[in-house]
Every structure is written in C-alpha cells, then in structure tokens.
C-alpha cells in the first residue's frame, strides 16, 4: 500500500434514514476497494444483529456517495 496521506480517504455511514456519521474514514487506493470494505463492515454488523433496514453509506473525501451496501 502507497503513503496513506496521498491516498483518498472514504467514509463509511451507517444509515436508514437516521445516519451514524464516520467522521475519520480510512484510506484506501480506490473506491471500488472501499465498497470492499464497506461490504466487510455490513457482514459484520449483521452478524451482530440489531441492524436490520440499515446500510453503509460510502461516500469520498468530496462528500459524494459512491456507493451503500445494505446490512441484511
């Protein structure tokens, strides 16, 4: 992995409507390996149950949704 500082940074929200802001994200080379990691934050978030009808809202360092991956 590159200098994270060069990186962009993601952020990853867990919402239905009400939304649990993430306000550090992480770094990542590109999006489509944040949407990854969105999926792996969902799984777990399922397993633990209590989440039913959210999804974790992926959004850039600009503010702009890329992507939700829904927590069944």
């Known amino acids: 992995m590159g200098d994270a500082s060069r990186m962009p940074r993601y952020f990853f ?3 239905n409507g009400r939304t649990f802001r993430d306000d ?3 770094h ?5 390996d944040a949407m990854d990691h969105a ?14 009808g959210y999804a974790v809202l992926v959004e850039d360092e600009h503010g702009r ?8």
């Open 13 to 15: 929200h867990v919402s």
């Open 39 to 52: 999926a792996k934050v969902a799984k777990e978030l399922a397993d633990e149950g209590g989440w039913g």
């Open 24 to 26: 550090w994200g992480e």
């Open 28 to 32: 990542f080379l590109a999006a489509a």
């Open 65 to 72: 949704e890329i992507g939700r991956v829904p927590i069944d």
